[in-house]
């Protein structure tokens, strides 16, 4: 069983900061690449960041110089930082973890979404 724990999701006025968290818990997985997907109102489900094992790290042209993702591996968390915030990063944010799972190579892994509202 896999449990995630976000965080730090709220109300922040445009150029405001934030910083997301998610934590993993549980036994019988190891976790491959982590990310952070925001989902706005009427707007698919869209990749924000993501981070591999190996510290690679990706992001959306839109967060480009704006957003940091990190991980800590040793306490199976993912963090988002969040600077210079705009109103259009307003989203449900989801923490997503991509895991082996027993004898499952690849499960994708989602968690319940933290809200971040950018006020103009």
């Known amino acids: 069983q896999v449990q995630l724990a976000e965080s730090g999701g709220g109300l922040v006025q445009a150029g405001g900061s934030l910083r997301l968290s998610c934590a993993a818990s549980?036994?019988?997985?190891?976790?491959?690449?982590m990310g952070w997907y925001r989902q706005a109102p009427g707007k698919q489900r869209e990749l924000v960041a993501g981070i591999t094992n190996a510290g690679i790290t990706n992001y959306a042209d839109s967060v480009k110089g704006r957003f940091t993702i990190s991980r800590d591996n040793a306490k199976n968390t993912v963090y988002l930082q969040m600077n210079s915030l705009k109103p259009e990063d307003t989203a449900l944010y989801y923490c997503?973890?991509?895991?082996?799972?027993?004898?499952?190579?690849?499960?994708?892994?989602w968690g319940q979404g933290t809200q971040v509202t950018v006020s103009a």
């Open positions: 549980g036994n019988g997985f190891s976790i491959r690449d």
């Open positions: 997503h973890l991509g895991l082996r799972l027993g004898a499952v190579p690849y499960y994708n892994y």
